[in-house]
């Protein structure tokens, strides 16, 4: 079974440009998470979909994020314009159902630097 | 507010037993739940408690008290690869994850 994926695992931009980050949850999986983890940071809670529709956007930083999940498979997460303050890892995780929606599946990251 | 403390490093020897844990405080609790990330890893999904008491998954355990609002993860015969950052997550509603600040483990030979 393929784990989720996140593209690029790596973006460096000039701060006002604009970056879309891509996460592919584990198949079958409805829910479909957000995190980012600025530096020495905790890991924090941004956004949830159950397929194609928002849950809980409550930890959007702001309206220069925008997130969809196009017919509830893939997602992404744009930001625009970006700021400084927005560098970090930014982590996609996923879960089965809502009995076992504790158990998340997180990829491996994108690393976003904004200069 | 909501807040969640541990330890920001433990360092252990390989085959001991090390102990890290996990206070918390937070507006909703459905449970507490323990990842682990490698550097430039993702974070991995170990264990969730719901209920007081004890769960063993082979040579990690997971420890929570609702009433201490406390929880540990316990890793037993300690390797080299178990070198990584571990976090604590409280499920605060029925989904969502607010994690700690994470704990640093070093093994060392």
């Known amino acids: 079974e393929a784990g989720v994926t996140q593209f690029p695992s790596h973006s460096v931009i000039e701060k006002g440009q604009t970056v879309t980050l891509r996460c592919d949850p584990i198949?079958?999986?409805?829910?479909l998470y957000w995190y980012r983890r600025v530096m020495g940071k905790e890991i924090k809670f941004l956004l949830h979909f159950v397929k194609e529709s928002k849950q809980d956007e409550s930890g959007m930083p702001n309206n220069r994020f925008l997130a969809e999940r196009t017919g509830g498979t893939y997602s992404t997460l744009k930001v625009q314009p970006a700021e400084l303050e927005d560098s970090g890892v930014y982590f996609c995780?996923?879960?089965?159902?809502?009995?076992?929606?504790?158990?998340?599946?997180f990829g491996p990251g994108t690393r976003l630097t904004v200069t | 507010g909501q807040s969640l403390e541990q330890p920001s490093e433990v360092t252990a020897v390989e085959g001991a037993i090390v102990q890290i844990n996990c206070t918390y405080q937070?507006?909703?609790?459905?449970?507490l739940s323990w990842y682990q990330q490698h550097d430039g890893g993702a974070p991995t999904f170990l264990s969730y408690?719901?209920?007081?008491g004890l769960e063993e998954t082979g040579r990690f355990s997971s420890f929570l008290s609702r009433s201490d609002s406390y929880g540990y993860l316990l890793l037993q015969e300690l390797q080299m690869k178990d070198s990584a950052s571990y976090f604590c997550a409280v499920r605060e509603g029925s989904y969502k994850l607010i994690f700690g600040s994470g704990t640093r483990l070093l093994v060392r030979p």
């Open positions: 198949s079958g999986h409805d829910n």
């Open positions: 408690n719901a209920l007081d």
């Open positions: 937070t507006s909703g609790f459905y449970g």
């Open positions: 995780a996923s879960s089965q159902d809502v009995e076992r929606i504790s158990e998340q599946y």
